[in-house]
């Protein structure tokens, strides 16, 4: 009911009436804008291929043990570069290039990837990507190999792997 005299918009049941259905078409472009913004990554489809994928890793890492690899990484931030060391067994011959996984934990659109170069001292150098605040998962991988680790940036400055660990 409506007071004699009172404009409708000065009436305070009719703001509760127009707040409700208001408030769902705000919340209903919000969650428009985080979809539109937003990465979710995308889910796998083909769970047998994948499947296989994971054993073919996990033969990667036995490679890796077998070998007795281990690496030392270092990254610095200021001057964009990454810098890994190789040791191995005895028989174990360093190939000419690597391949750096740079995995977010929880976002998969901010990963990245970098080739890293041997140089004439034996160590392997490229240029570091920019990275967002969060942790890391890292693989140094050959083709028939991998180590892995974890890291937070910004803030980790060197990481040490060893055939063996895990980062889960």
């Keep these: ?61 036995d490679a890796a043990l077998r070998l007795r690899l281990a690496s030392d990484i270092e990254f610095d931030a200021e001057r964009r570069l990454v810098r890994a060391r190789l040791t191995g067994a005895p028989a174990f011959e360093q190939p000419a290039r690597l391949h750096l996984r740079l995995l ?21 150098h490229a240029l570091l990507p920019s990275l967002p605040p969060g942790r890391w998962h890292v693989q140094l991988e050959a083709a028939d190999w991998r180590l892995v680790g974890s890291a937070v940036f910004p803030g980790a400055s060197r990481l040490v792997m060893k055939a063996g660990d895990s980062y889960f």
Aim: charged share 25%; glycine share 10%.
């Design 1 to 61: 009911m409506k007071p004699r005299g009172l404009p409708w918009y000065r009436v305070p049941f009719v703001w509760l009436l127009v707040s409700l259905p208001l408030a769902a078409v705000i919340g209903g472009f919000v969650t428009l804008a985080l979809a539109i913004h937003t990465d979710d990554g995308l889910v796998v489809d083909d769970y047998y291929r994948k499947g296989r994928e994971i054993n073919r890793v996990l033969a990667r890492d």
């Design 104 to 124: 977010h934990a929880t976002r998969g659109g901010f990963d990245r990837e970098v080739d890293l170069d041997r140089t004439a001292d034996g160590s392997y």
